[in-house]
């Protein structure tokens, strides 16, 4: 098990940048594939991206594809989601979690961060 924290949030312009952190806390950090999550307000929580190891491959929605960047620093046990070009869509609260390697649940989450665009 993990323990989850994130930060980085806030109140930001469209067009504007953040840049989310995770730090997590307990078992071998490289032993977790890290997702970043987000769930806008009334809809579902979906997966934005997740990294296995330190520039692995990536795969993004189309909907911040261009525009988000996750990264991890196992050194620092830290997960990090850059996002750029920020639209109003992309408000909502964003999520840190973890899964441990071949497993196919996320079974560690974070408290959340607030994410708020205004246009």
């Known amino acids: 098990q993990v323990q989850l924290v994130e930060s980085g949030g806030g109140l930001v312009q469209a067009g504007g940048s953040l840049r989310l952190s995770c730090a997590a806390s307990g078992r071998t950090f490289s032993n977790y594939v890290m997702g970043w999550f987000r769930q806008a307000p009334g809809k579902d929580r979906e997966l934005i991206a997740d990294i296995i190891t330190p520039g692995g491959g990536v795969e993004y929605p189309d909907s911040v594809k261009g525009r988000f960047t996750i990264s991890r620093n196992n050194d620092k046990k830290t997960v990090y989601l850059q996002m750029n070009s920020l639209k109003p869509e992309d408000t909502g609260v964003y999520y840190c979690?973890?899964?441990?390697?071949?497993?196919?649940?996320?079974?560690?989450w974070g408290q959340g961060t607030q994410v708020s665009v205004s246009s």
């Open positions: 979690a973890a899964r441990r390697l071949g497993a196919a649940e996320y079974d560690d």
